[in-house]
């Protein structure tokens, strides 16, 4: 498979742009939702299962009130590739659906 195309400043913030909410920090992207503790536990699940399928993992840090989620491509050197951007999106989609559950 090699080693993933590490994408260039420029392609980095093209593809921000499109994510709302994200921001670089480095080699890696990161966003922070607000989301209550059960919610993202569930939302949790629903990533670790993406990850898997996509074979791309985020660092996911729960606390009471949110959840941040990070995400760099590793089998690059830790630097940002269009793996991450895709997972990315993927989890927005999945936040935004467990978002509105009326768990506590
Ligand atoms: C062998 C396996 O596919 C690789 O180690 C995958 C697993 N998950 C991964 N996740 C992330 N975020 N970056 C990677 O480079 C990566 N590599």
Same mark, same amino acid.
């Given at each position: 498979? *090699?080693?993933?195309?590490v994408?260039? &400043?420029?392609?980095?913030?093209?593809?921000?742009?499109?994510?709302? *909410?994200?921001e670089?920090? *480095?080699?890696?992207?990161?966003?922070?939702?607000?989301?209550?503790?059960?919610?993202?536990v569930?939302?949790i699940v629903?990533?670790?299962?993406?990850?898997?399928?996509?074979?791309?993992?985020? &660092?996911? &840090?729960?606390?009471?009130?949110?959840?941040r989620?990070?995400?760099?491509?590793?089998?690059?050197?830790?630097?940002?590739?269009?793996?991450?951007?895709?997972?990315?999106?993927?989890? &927005?989609?999945?936040v935004?659906?467990?978002?509105?559950?009326?768990?506590?």
């Open positions: 498979m *090699g080693v993933p195309r994408l260039s &400043d420029e392609e980095i913030a093209e593809n921000l742009a499109d994510l709302p *909410g994200w670089r920090k *480095g080699d890696e992207i990161t966003r922070t939702y607000e989301i209550r503790y059960h919610a993202a569930a939302a629903t990533i670790a299962d993406r990850s898997r399928r996509v074979q791309h993992h985020a &660092d996911l &840090d729960l606390r009471i009130d949110h959840l989620a990070t995400v760099t491509t590793h089998d690059a050197g830790h630097r940002l590739t269009a793996a991450d951007f895709d997972l990315a999106h993927r989890i &927005d989609a999945i935004a659906a467990h978002q509105s559950l009326p768990l506590d």
